[in-house]
């Protein structure tokens, strides 16, 4: 019985110093991750500080300085805009006030020259033979202008002249022509090329005034010129003339 106890005791004292040494180590490494955990605190406290006074340090944005940039670019924005329109109204007060110009300069200081016209052709592809033989193809009229050569040669006028149209009625027009002359303004026979451009009005059309802009090409005899254009035409018994006239200048 005795030594029954005895080992009992022996036991109990074994299990009694083992859980004191377990009781110990998770004493001692309780211990360690706390003393981690307030270390690790204490350097995220350190960080967490030192950002605060560098975002404190930083400077916020404006909302006032904001809008006032905003502001700023809106009237520069607008600024340039109104810059651009008056640019725009300048270029097309400046393009009339030249136009303007150069009529008056060359009505005011140009040489006179009146106009002929000889023939109106129209194409046999685009009228029937029976029309053909109604129209008229010389269109009796007179004109009468004033032209002016620029420094390049260039030659600039302003004329009126009125003929008998295609169904033997009175056709007026008005017309700014430009032409570029070839060769030297000296030589006797010289080519010519360039546009003309203003208004003409029919009966057909009930006189209303209608917009024009042309070809013109022509050669030149001395004071004498021979010019042509063509009427294009918009598919059959439409347009599509052939029409010259001769000029002589004074």
């Known amino acids: 019985m005795i030594k029954y106890l005895s080992i009992l005791n022996l036991i109990f004292f074994k299990m009694k110093s083992l859980f004191f040494l377990l009781i110990s180590f998770i004493f001692f490494f309780a211990g360690n991750s706390y003393a981690q955990y307030f270390a690790e605190s204490a350097i995220t406290e350190n960080i967490m500080d030192k950002d605060t006074a560098s975002y404190a ?5 404006n909302p006032k300085a904001e809008e006032s940039s905003a502001e700023n670019m809106i009237e520069n924005e607008t600024a340039g805009s109104d810059e651009k329109k008056a640019e725009y109204s300048d270029n097309k007060e400046g393009f009339f006030k030249e136009t303007l110009a150069l009529f008056s300069d060359v009505w005011n200081d140009g040489s006179w020259e009146f106009f002929i016209p000889l023939h109106a052709w129209h194409n ?12 008229n193809e010389e269109p009796w009229g007179f004109g009468i202008g004033k032209y002016k050569m620029d420094y390049r040669n260039n030659k600039d006028g302003l004329l009126a002249i009125g003929f008998s149209d295609s169904n033997w009625h009175f056709e007026p027009l008005l017309l700014y022509t430009w032409q570029k002359i070839w060769r030297d303004k000296k030589d006797f026979f010289r080519f010519s090329a360039g546009y003309m451009a203003g208004f003409t009005t029919r009966k057909e059309w009930h006189w209303c005034p209608i917009p024009m802009a042309l070809p013109i090409i022509g050669l030149e005899a001395g004071p004498v010129s021979f010019s042509n254009t063509y009427v294009p035409g918009l598919g059959k018994e439409n347009g599509n003339v052939w029409f010259s006239w001769a000029s002589v200048r004074f």
Do not use: A, H, Q, V
């Open 57 to 61: 340090e930083t400077e916020l944005p």
């Open 124 to 135: 046999r592809e685009s009228y029937p033979k029976y029309k053909i033989d109604g129209y």
